[in-house]
């Protein structure tokens, strides 16, 4: 899991927060929709740690 959320990290440094949000709705329309909860979770949380 940690390696997971390191490439996430990865992939999303650099990113704006628009650019996320709109990987995040790419992902809601191809997972189901009881995983779009932690798929906004899991954006917010690239917002918020992008600066560091």
Known sequence: MD???NKAKEKAAGM???Q???AAET???K???KFDAQVDQ???W???HNDD
Do not use: Q, R
Request: net charge negative.
């Open 42 to 44: 899991a954006a917010d």
């Open 31 to 33: 997972t189901p929709d």
């Open 20 to 22: 996320i949000d709109d």
């Open 3 to 5: 390696d997971m959320l």
């Open 16 to 18: 704006s927060d628009d």
């Open 46 to 48: 690239a917002k918020d």
């Open 27 to 29: 992902l809601k329309d």
